[in-house]
């Protein structure tokens, strides 16, 4: 591969131009082509990594806002390379755990190359009989998120009644087919007749409804759960949220993942029905996927066998080439993608 001595190599790469209020938009991002030497430095720990695979995930809109005091989310650097999850291959390593030529998940940047300095927070790609792109949803962050939420915060019961909203995206999915094989009754929420059908007819939603076509949520929700509701998986926020409540059984659990549909606004909805949380003894609790993932052996251990069998399934969005990876990334606030958005920088 030409660079891998140490000569210069360009290097494309997708710059945050500035912070954001409201919905972004492609001019919030712009792709440049820089150039890198492909060597690391004498007793760097870090890695040199090629990009194959990048993820855009909803979270990344808080990155993009001007920090607050105390920042929870470290924030975009305007006129830096974009960060956020990706698969890598390995081109040098400075780092015991790694060498070259090996496979991992985790923070890297939007760009063709990247130097890794935290390798720590690297997962080394194991399994490769299945794809390698996997391993930005189904089997990286967002099938983590899945796991962690639904059976360290939900704490499930066979038999009970789950709601998921955003249920086919890349963690919703998910969500739901851990529910099912568990032993639930799920039904999800999506934005479109292509991602209902999917919902109930590729990943085996009980039932499952198009938010956008109902005039009450409350009304939609009581009609798929006559008896109410013991789990919801929260990934929207909101109106949906307010309506859920209502719906929600003695002692329900509320694991809130996302509210992808306050992230762009100006000023947040506010929640109407939280008199139920007494009145229901509704436990609800938010969660950070990173604080669960000293279980990623004991989650693949679960899931692996699984994908494995075809019991469970996953869809993927993809975007090819990182001139293309602004739009997708915008296109999630906007419901564009169908399953996981995926970018493809590059497949070798």
Same mark, same amino acid.
């Given at each position: 591969m030409a660079g891998e001595n140490g000569e210069a190599v360009r290097n494309k790469q997708v710059i945050f131009r500035d912070y954001v209020s409201g919905f972004p938009e492609n001019t919030d991002m712009e792709v440049r082509e820089s150039t890198m030497k492909l060597r690391l430095l004498e007793g760097s720990n870090g890695l040199l990594v090629k990009n194959l695979y990048l993820s855009c995930d909803p979270y990344m809109r808080f990155r993009m806002t001007k920090p607050n005091v105390p920042v929870y989310v470290e924030p975009f650097r305007p006129g830096s390379p974009i960060t956020g999850y990706g698969v890598a291959r390995v081109l040098e390593s400075g780092h015991p755990n790694f060498k070259?030529?090996?496979?991992? =998940?985790?923070?890297? #940047? =939007?760009?063709? &190359?990247?130097?890794?300095?935290?390798?720590?927070?690297?997962?080394?790609?194991?399994?490769? /009989?299945?794809?390698?792109?996997?391993?930005?949803?189904?089997l990286g962050m967002a099938g983590m998120t899945a796991y962690a939420g639904f059976f360290e915060v939900c704490s499930p019961k066979k038999g009970e009644t789950v709601f998921i909203s955003a249920a086919s995206g890349a963690v919703g999915q998910l969500v739901g087919q851990l529910a099912k094989l568990f032993g639930c009754y799920v039904v999800g929420s999506a934005g479109s007749k292509e991602k209902v059908d999917l919902l109930k007819n590729k990943f085996g939603f009980d039932d499952a409804f198009n938010y956008k076509e109902e005039q009450d949520l409350d009304a939609a929700l009581k009609r798929c759960f006559p008896e109410g509701i013991d789990i919801y998986f929260e990934n929207v926020g909101g109106k949906m949220l307010d309506a859920v409540l209502l719906s929600m059984k003695l002692h329900g659990r509320v694991a809130v993942c996302g509210m992808i549909s306050q992230y762009n606004l100006e $000023?947040?909805?506010? *929640?109407?029905?939280?008199?139920?949380? *007494?009145?229901? !003894? *509704? !436990?609800? +609790?938010?969660?950070?996927?990173? /604080?669960?993932?000293?279980?990623?052996?004991?989650?693949?251990?679960?899931?692996?066998? $699984?994908?494995?069998? #075809?019991?469970?399934? &996953?869809?993927? /969005?993809?975007?090819? #080439?990182? +001139?293309?990876?602004?739009?997708?990334? *915008?296109?999630?606030f906007y419901g564009c993608n169908v399953g996981k958005q995926v970018v493809v920088v590059s497949h070798i």
């Open positions: 070259k030529g090996d496979l991992l =998940w985790g923070l890297t #940047g =939007w760009e063709e &190359y990247t130097l890794i300095t935290a390798p720590e927070t690297c997962f080394k790609i194991e399994h490769t /009989d299945v794809p390698l792109s996997y391993y930005t949803g189904l $000023q947040p909805e506010g *929640i109407h029905n939280l008199t139920n949380f *007494i009145l229901k !003894r *509704i !436990r609800m +609790e938010g969660f950070v996927v990173t /604080d669960y993932y000293h279980l990623y052996p004991k989650f693949l251990e679960m899931v692996l066998p $699984q994908i494995k069998e #075809g019991k469970i399934v &996953y869809v993927e /969005d993809t975007a090819e #080439g990182l +001139e293309n990876a602004p739009t997708a990334l *915008i296109g999630l």
